[in-house]
């Protein structure tokens, strides 16, 4: 009980540490470092002498004589233009969930501000959504999801950086059952039957990790990253982190074949940089979390993954990983399960605050017996200004779990797809404060052999939100 309840017990610590600096500095009344530069409200891009290792040359003023030329493809925001990222020599803008990687085209926002030796920064994203799933196999609801984000980093050293960061999801009030959304399966809402036309809550503490990282030159760097809960080295960036999934409120059916990784209870991760190309490899504990979404599980390293990401230049992230995973599913506790994942994100700039992302993902899930489910994701984003964004996304998947086998076992597999798309209209309400009321619709298809059960062959489903945005 005692290495648990320890481990446990540091894990709190930190994150209400964490959490707690946070509030100190926001609540005395600083205001952000950068406050004065709202979000995406100036044009000023890197010039073309940036590279992909995000060293920026000697930076020039705000002002307005930037031509056309300094223009490309390399966004962020007045906040995170100059700050590079805690685990290695590139742009901040790189780091995605865990520690993946996105384009360096990829959008930074974040409050930022400066207590001594320590810098912070923290994001919000909150959604409250009415989702209405039809058939016999649908239901609605309405709920919150999201997450609040906050990090410290402080330089031990010139080539040494820590970095802790505790991220919070409001998920657990949606209850034990999750939200309504056809062809979702994975978790447990009661630690005895599985959730299948639901997705389930994320944790209350999604996750609390630090990082060290040495830089080794110019252009490399190592580090370790060790989180409970955290997000060891497999897949894309999570969807609630991924610039084409997250304006999108829905998760999607391909997460635990791509993503349902992103919130394990123990992690270690070694991983190495050197220019555009990244090796890493985790411990972590496969075991997917429990139905209790409120505490800390015991962390174990019993299972593997090794992922290789590669930039080819600012407007792409490509990756490919394995992971060796030990009994993920609480009510299979005998099976194991081996992935795969590659996937290429492409991310461009489209002046004045507009930008496009999409993401390409290929997931393969291997059991036991040897046999495969494979899945396919393609999903995009489109931001033409400030005010909208547009979101579009496909998905297939092979799913055993959408009718139970006997004795509780998986049952047939079936391929099955689904197509989403809608918007979302902003408005600022605050220097980095947005609110934002968007909609989606969704249409799933289904076998015939799965169409009696939901009723028709092509069961649809919608969702209405609302949405807080703070960064
Ligand atoms: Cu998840």
Redesign the pocket.
């Known amino acids: 009980m005692s290495a648990t309840h320890n481990a446990r017990l540091a894990a709190l610590a930190l994150g209400t540490a964490i959490l707690s600096l946070t509030s100190i500095n926001a609540s005395a009344g600083e205001p952000p470092r950068h406050a004065s530069h709202p979000p995406h409200d100036h044009e000023h891009q890197p010039s073309e002498e940036d590279d992909h290792e995000g060293r920026h040359p000697p930076h020039h003023d705000h002002d307005e004589d930037h031509t056309r030329d300094h223009r490309m493809a390399h966004n962020e925001n007045g906040s995170g233009h100059h700050m590079p990222s805690p685990i290695g020599p590139w742009t901040i803008a790189r780091d995605a969930s865990g520690t993946s990687w996105q384009p360096d085209a990829s959008r930074h926002g974040g409050l930022h501000w400066q207590n001594g030796d320590w810098s912070f920064m923290s994001h919000t994203l909150l959604n409250l959504s009415y989702s209405r799933q039809n058939g016999p196999r649908g239901d609605q609801q309405v709920f919150a999801s999201g997450m609040i984000m906050g990090s410290a980093r402080r330089e031990l050293s010139q080539e040494t950086t820590l970095n802790l960061r505790a991220m919070l999801s409001p998920d657990p009030s949606m209850g034990r059952e999750g939200y309504p959304l056809l062809l979702a399966a994975g978790e447990t809402a009661d630690g005895v039957t599985p959730l299948v036309d639901r997705q389930?809550p994320?944790e209350l503490i999604m996750e609390l990790s630090a990082s060290l990282s040495r830089r080794l030159g110019e252009n490399s760097s190592a580090y370790l990253y060790a989180g409970l809960p955290g997000e060891p080295a497999f897949g894309p960036p999570?969807f609630m982190h991924r610039m084409s999934a997250m304006d999108s409120p829905e998760?999607p059916i391909t997460?635990h074949w791509l993503?349902?990784t992103?919130?394990v209870f123990g992690v270690i991760t070694a991983g190495y940089a050197w220019r555009n190309f990244k090796f890493e490899a985790s411990a972590f504990r496969g075991r997917e979390p429990d139905q209790n979404r409120l505490d800390i599980e015991s962390p174990r390293l019993d299972s593997a993954a090794l992922r290789l990401s590669w930039l080819p230049n600012s407007e792409w992230a490509v990756q490919v990983s394995w992971a060796d995973i030990t009994a993920p599913e609480q009510l299979h506790p005998d099976d194991d399960e081996r992935r795969w994942s590659a996937s290429a994100i492409h991310t461009r700039n489209l002046g004045s605050g507009g930008w496009w992302s999409s993401t390409i993902a290929f997931g393969r899930r291997i059991d036991d017996h040897g046999e495969s489910k494979d899945a396919w994701l393609l999903e995009t984003a489109l931001a033409p200004d400030n005010r909208w964004t547009l979101f579009a996304r496909a998905e297939s998947i092979e799913s055993d779990e959408l009718m139970p086998g006997h004795g509780g076992h998986h049952g047939d597999v079936y391929r099955v797809s689904k197509i989403s798309f809608g918007a979302i209209h902003d408005w600022s309400i605050g220097r980095q404060t947005r609110l934002g009321l968007g909609a989606l619709y969704a249409i799933n298809t289904l076998p015939d052999a799965l169409a009696m059960f939901y009723g028709r062959s092509d069961p649809r489903g919608m969702m209405i939100f609302l949405r807080l945005r703070i960064d």
């Open positions: 389930h994320h999570a998760a997460h993503d349902s992103h919130i």
